[in-house]
C-alpha cells in the first residue's frame, strides 16, 4: 500500500498539483505617490474612517451577477494595511496635511469593492463621503468613483484602487480649492 500512496505523491508533484512558492499569498498596496499637487489648501487630514468589514486587509469583492449583497474576500491576497488607512496616506500625499491647520477634513469610506458584472468582468468601485469645516462653516460631498479593472482578478483590482486613490485625492483637492474654504493666506 505504502509504495502506491509513494507513486500517487510523486504523480501528483510531477503533474505540479503540489504547493509551490508560486501560490504564496500577494499582498498589495496602491505604489508609489505621484507628485504632489501644488498645496493651495492649509488643511489638516483626519484619519479616515471606515465600516468595520473594511478594518482588515481583506480584498473584498461582489459577483454582482449572482448575488450583489454578499461581499468575498480573496483567498490568497491581501491588501498591505487597512483601506481606510491607505487612503488617508494617498490622500496626505498628494494634498500634503498641515497638523493643527484651521481647516479640518474628515472622510468615511462607504464603498470599497471589486464588483464582477460577469465572470471576466471587473470594476473597482471607491465611494467616500468628505467634510471640510473651517471658519465656522461645514460642507459635505460624496465621491463615487469606478475604474474597469484590466483583468477580472486580484491584481487587476489592485491596480484599479490605486488609480481612483489617486483619483480621489485630485478630486477633494479641487473641491477644497474650489470651495475656498482652506485657501492659505
Known amino acids: 500500500m505504502k509504495p502506491v500512496i509513494a507513486l500517487a505523491c510523486a504523480a501528483l508533484i510531477a503533474s505540479g498539483c503540489a504547493s509551490t512558492p508560486d501560490m504564496a499569498p500577494q499582498t498589495y498596496d496602491f505604489g508609489p505617490a505621484g507628485e504632489p499637487a501644488q498645496a493651495s489648501n492649509s488643511v489638516q487630514i483626519a484619519d479616515m474612517r471606515a465600516p468595520e468589514w473594511l478594518d482588515g486587509t481583506q480584498m ?5 451577477y449572482r448575488d450583489p449583497r454578499a461581499l468575498m474576500p480573496y483567498a490568497g491576497s491581501r491588501w498591505a494595511g487597512a483601506p481606510a488607512s491607505m487612503l488617508t496616506l494617498r490622500l496626505r500625499q498628494q494634498l500634503g496635511s498641515a497638523p493643527g491647520a484651521k481647516c ?3 472622510t468615511n469610506v462607504v464603498e470599497f469593492s471589486q464588483t464582477f458584472d460577469a465572470a471576466d468582468a471587473s470594476r473597482a468601485l471607491l465611494q467616500v463621503h468628505a467634510a471640510l469645516a473651517a471658519q465656522g462653516q461645514r460642507l459635505q460631498k460624496d465621491f463615487r468613483l469606478e475604474a474597469k ?9 489592485a491596480a484599479a484602487f490605486a488609480g481612483l486613490a489617486t483619483e480621489l485625492a485630485a478630486s477633494i483637492g479641487q473641491w477644497m480649492t474650489e ?4 485657501v492659505q493666506s
Open 60 to 64: 473584498y469583492y461582489r459577483l454582482a
Open 179 to 182: 470651495s475656498g474654504l482652506c
Open 149 to 157: 479593472t484590466a483583468t477580472a482578478d486580484a491584481p487587476g483590482g
Open 104 to 106: 479640518m477634513l474628515t
